[in-house]
């Protein structure tokens, strides 16, 4: 019996061991880098409808995607931070939907109360992302419910607040759908400009600042955190208040794609900004992912969405095709951190 298993001991560590071979060290790279993944996707995306599709390199075409990119990837910005802890935002989009309505209420008709209207919107979406932290934070309940919980209550507030479609005039409000031209007829709006400038700056924070370091180790572990003497409880409110404040200037971003807001409007934001984030790279789990990333997604679905219209795919398909890149998504993060172990 000793001697079998000393045999099969031997023939065991007989087996080569290819982990270490440069193919294998560039595949482990890849795929445990959060951006690479995403980036390569869109490339291959871009690239397959370009050659199957006649417009959709059009300079009208790219110029929309990106203004498109700019609502759903400002929500997945306050989306990722909140995942990057182990949580999930199910009340993102109807934080942002409240907050244009109480903006655009505000301002209607008074285009001089415009920007005081507009600070006010800021409010009101950080104190609803500061009463998610408190909950969270400090009475330890799970997110989903959380956010489940709010997203209820928010739908509902909505339309009691309003059930109307509210116009505001143009102005400080709808100034993020202007902007400049290049390349000819390329435009460059100022809400394309504000979502790029967002992504680096929480980029920045998130990677170079310790309060960054801190939302990392949250997410990786935070029993492990806290015994490092870190304060979950305020990287979590933090989290959650700066993740209202992305929402509030997403719904600065809805005005500027158009000057009407309704209780009914981005009822699947949600879903959207989860899809972004998932496709971008970023862990369900928690502790892994960029903001970079994140902002990739959105682009991928966008693109996704854009080219499957243009080749004539019917929506459901297109719906199915997202689906199932979330869940290719979702196991190779998974089969990602198993490897990583």
């Not at 009340?91 to 209207?117: E, F």
């Not at 009475?139 to 209820?152: H, K, S």
């Not at 170079?208 to 305020?234: F, M, P, S």
Request: one cysteine or more; proline letters at 3%.
């Amino acid at each position: 019996m000793t001697d079998s298993l000393q045999l099969a001991g031997e023939k065991a560590a007989a087996v080569p061991d290819t982990s270490g071979t440069r193919a294998a060290t560039v595949a482990d790279r890849f795929f445990r880098n959060p951006v690479l993944g995403p980036l390569s996707a869109l490339i291959l995306a871009v690239v397959g409808f370009s050659i199957f599709t006649q417009n959709f390199l059009s300079v009208d075409n790219t110029s929309l995607i990106l203004q498109q990119s700019v609502v759903v990837g400002t929500l997945a910005l306050g989306q990722t931070v909140i995942i990057l802890t182990g949580g999930i935002d199910l009340a993102n989009g109807a934080i942002m939907v409240l907050g244009t309505l109480v903006v655009a209420k505000l301002a209607s008709g008074h285009a001089g109360l415009q920007i005081p209207a507009l600070l006010i919107g800021f409010v009101v979406c950080a104190a609803l992302g500061l009463i998610s932290g408190l909950i969270v934070s400090r009475l330890g309940l799970p997110p989903f419910i959380v956010t489940l919980g709010l997203l209820t209550i928010l739908t509902s507030v909505s339309r009691l607040y309003t059930k109307e479609t509210v116009l505001v005039d143009n102005g400080p409000l709808t100034v993020l759908s202007k902007g400049g031209y290049l390349f000819g007829k390329f435009q460059i709006t100022f809400g394309v400009l504000l979502v790029l400038v967002s992504v680096a700056v929480l980029h920045f924070a998130l990677t170079r600042t310790a309060w960054g370091r801190h939302v990392y180790a949250v997410g990786n572990n935070d029993l492990a955190a806290k015994r490092t003497g870190i304060n979950v409880r305020r990287v979590l409110l933090s989290v959650y208040v700066l993740a209202g404040v992305l929402y509030a200037l997403a719904a600065w971003q809805a005005f500027g794609r158009s000057p009407a807001t309704s209780p009914n409007a981005y009822p699947t934001a949600n879903l959207d900004t989860i899809t972004a984030v998932v496709i971008g790279g970023t862990s369900l789990f928690g502790g892994r992912g960029t903001v970079l990333g994140s902002y990739l997604g959105a682009l991928i679905v966008l693109v996704l969405q854009s080219g499957l219209t243009q080749a004539g795919i019917d929506p459901l398909y297109q719906n199915i095709v997202t689906g199932v890149l979330v869940i290719a998504a979702v196991a190779l993060d998974s089969i990602t951190r198993k490897k990583a172990r």
